[in-house]
Nanobody, 114 residues
């Protein structure tokens, strides 16, 4: 399984970005895809997940600002990020969980300037 994230970049506070993560390889129909983030010097934190059935879960810090979605036919998960603030600056990682090991992407940098 291979995960490739895209869509990161530099944005001003209050702006928006949309991240994408494309999964390839042996993808099971039942899985959970999600986003995590890691700021410099901090641990990797949960951001949002979505099951193959469409059930979503969000960290309290992003509720109402971020929206996770997916295209099961393409094995792609998205993270729409609105009202970004400098505290959202981090490397964002995509994760795929299914029967067996978890898989991670290489990460994409999101930087929010004040």
């Amino acid at each position: 399984v291979h995960l490739v994230e895209s869509g990161g970049g530099l944005v001003q506070a209050g702006g928006s970005l949309r991240l994408s993560c494309a999964a390839s390889g042996s993808i099971f129909s039942a899985n959970v895809m999600g986003w995590y983030r890691q700021a410099p010097g901090k641990q990797r934190d949960f951001v949002a997940t979505i099951t193959s059935g469409g059930t979503t879960r969000y960290a309290d810090s992003v509720k109402g600002r971020f929206t996770i979605s997916r295209d099961n036919a393409k094995n792609v998960v998205y993270l729409q990020m609105n009202s970004l603030n400098p505290e959202d600056t981090a490397v964002y990682y995509c994760k795929l969980s299914q029967s067996g090991p978890n898989y991670w992407g290489q990460g994409t940098q999101v930087t929010v300037s004040s």
